[in-house]
């Protein structure tokens, strides 16, 4: 039985087989729609979503499988103290496969270690998002034709934002691909995370500027400044629009490059840039179904 806690709990050559099985999906969609009859899925979100659930949700209804599940730890049994160990006892007992995001890091690796049905991370605290990044993957695939030697720029909150540790990790593994970190001092990327991409040998640089660095990128990963992980709300407010993509910065980027976004986005893509060609943080979401339907298979063995 697998699980998919971080993006590592992969390797390069499974993703490039969910990758592969995502295109076929695409190019076939009904082909798909009876894999998983008589499967259930469980969307066990402690914490809001809009797009991670209702994809799940969408993929397992897609490929012929049904959903329950519950969108707020107040609609669950956590509410009156049950423990993330113990709901996860409960739910494998009615369903064959579990989606789970909630607020605290490392809540989905205690889910996985009680489990007896594969566990997916669907976001742990500011620590891992590993579908969102096979979302990523499949986007910069899909739309960049390649995985490697590729300028990926990353802006916003790089210290809380787990879908920028997940894709860090996940391209790192590719060959010739620099990293450009555009945040201020105090949204860096966490210690431990630099220290990996050192050790490493990486090729990543750090600024402050968007204007100084966008002419270099392929891909341009914006991220909103998200204030539930903050302490402090005057830090919050003081950084929130600390960036703001738009068209007079879109001027100074590439042709080709592509903006991407986890989405939700509040106020770090100017309205004005969804009519660039380049913004396809729209096409990202769809992909986002199809990359789940293609992990739902593989961790179900339907495939
Ligand atoms: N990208 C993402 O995780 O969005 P939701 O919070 O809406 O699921």
């Known amino acids: 039985m697998r699980h998919l806690i971080s993006p590592s709990d992969l390797s390069v050559a499974e993703i490039d087989q969910l990758l592969a099985l995502a295109d076929r999906i ?8 009876h894999k998983c009859d008589g499967k259930i899925l469980a969307t066990l979100f402690f914490e809001p979503s809009t797009r991670t659930r209702l994809s799940f949700e969408s993929a397992m209804l897609s490929l012929g499988g049904r959903v329950l599940g519950f969108s707020s730890a107040d ?21 064959d496969i579990i989606a789970m995001r909630h607020p605290k890091e490392g809540a989905a690796t205690v889910a996985a270690s009680v489990a007896t049905v594969p566990i997916i991370n669907a976001g742990d605290g500011g620590h891992h998002h590993p579908t969102q990044t096979l979302t990523d993957l499949l986007t910069i695939h899909q739309l960049k034709g390649r995985m490697d030697h590729l300028t990926i720029g990353l802006c916003g909150d790089l210290k809380f934002g ?5 894709l860090i990790k ?28 050192v050790a490493g040998g990486y090729d990543f640089q750090e600024v402050e500027q968007l204007e100084d660095a966008i002419g ?12 539930e992980r903050f302490f402090n709300e005057e830090d919050y407010i003081r950084l929130r629009d600390s960036y703001i993509l738009d068209a007079a910065k ?7 490059m592509i903006v991407l976004h986890p989405l939700p986005r509040v106020n770090e893509i100017a309205l004005e840039v969804d009519e660039d060609p380049r913004a396809c ?4 979401v769809r992909f986002g179904r199809y990359i789940r339907m293609a992990l739902i298979m593989k961790l179900l063995e339907v495939e």
């Open 170 to 197: 996940a391209m790192c593994r590719y060959k010739g691909v620099r990293f450009v970190l555009v945040s201020p001092q105090e949204l860096r990327i966490p210690a431990y995370l630099r220290d990996d991409l």
């Open 75 to 95: 609609s669950s049994s956590a509410s009156k103290g049950e423990t993330v160990a113990d709901t996860t006892r409960v739910v494998s007992c009615y369903a």
């Open 162 to 166: 787990r879908t920028v540790h997940s």
């Open 26 to 33: 695409l190019e076939d969609p009904s082909a798909y729609a």
């Open 250 to 256: 879109m001027k100074l980027a590439r042709e080709d």
């Open 216 to 227: 270099a990128m392929d891909v341009l990963y914006m991220t909103r400044v998200q204030r």
């Open 281 to 284: 943080y729209f096409q990202q």
